[in-house]
């Protein structure tokens, strides 16, 4: 079996269908990553992480970021992995978070009636909004077996 690129669409189709992610940022000290749950709404990425953790830091640094999935066979026989560049923006107006939260809970499955209190937490006076849109600026990926 030869490797292959994946088409646009395929690297799309693969964002849209998984929930679980890489983000890597830009770290002063060289890159750093954590993993996450995710949604795609077709354009960008939606995630979040610690409010005041490692990467909130790096993004507050520099936007610069790229988002990874993988899926293999225990063999490594197949295997797919789709990688997306961008710029990441944390989200702090109430109504672009309620939008990302709309994206994210519908991914996951979570109750919509949850989205309100989430984006009340997310916008509360004083805090740190710990929710991101990824605006993508170049998709790639690679396969084997499919």
């Not at 610690?50 to 063999?75: L, Q």
Request: aromatic share 8%; proline share 3%; hydrophobic share 40%.
């Amino acid at each position: 079996m030869t490797m292959r690129a994946l088409a646009e669409s395929e690297i799309k189709k693969f964002l849209t269908e998984w929930t679980w992610g890489t983000l890597i940022a830009v770290d002063s000290d060289g890159p750093y990553a954590i993993e996450l749950s995710y949604a795609f709404d077709g354009n960008c990425i939606y995630c979040g992480s610690m409010p005041d953790g490692r990467m909130s830091r790096c993004i507050t640094n520099d936007a610069r970021v790229a988002f990874k999935i993988c899926d293999s066979a225990r063999d490594a026989s197949r295997f797919r992995a789709a990688i997306a560049e961008g710029t990441v923006r944390k989200l702090t107006e109430r109504a672009e978070i309620v939008q990302g939260l709309e994206v994210l809970y519908r991914k996951l499955g979570l109750p919509a009636s949850r989205i309100e209190s989430r984006a009340d937490h997310l916008c509360r006076p004083g805090g740190s909004s710990s929710f991101y849109r990824i605006e993508i600026s170049a998709l790639g990926g690679r396969a084997i077996g499919y």
